[in-house]
């Protein structure tokens, strides 16, 4: 390595880090106008409603799948398709 490059990557490393680190205090942090007491309260309210879900994102059930076709017309249709040398570009990207 020349002279140059040991220069070089480390004034980009910092440049690179600083402009990360002005990314916390892009946006300003506006106070609250609630006291202690009021957010307390309106987390139990939450909390006896049931609005607060603990653990994974995905807690709440999913409705059952119901099929539209049977597997035999997604077969038929598929076979159909690869006779024709059908392809869906969705899938394949092209």
């Known amino acids: ?21 002005m990314e916390a205090t892009e946006f300003p942090i ?3 106008v609630l006291t202690r007491e009021a957010v307390k309260s309106a987390l139990a309210q939450a909390r006896a409603d049931g609005e607060i879900v603990r653990g994974e994102a995905s807690l709440r059930a ?17 076979v159909a398709a690869a006779h024709a040398h059908r392809v869906d570009p969705l899938h394949t990207g092209g």
């Open 1 to 21: 390595m020349n002279s140059r490059q040991l220069i070089l990557v480390p004034v980009l490393a910092l440049v690179g880090g600083a402009s990360i680190a």
């Open 30 to 32: 506006e106070p609250s």
């Open 62 to 78: 999913d409705p059952p799948f119901v099929a539209v076709r049977t597997r035999e017309e997604v077969r038929a249709e598929a």
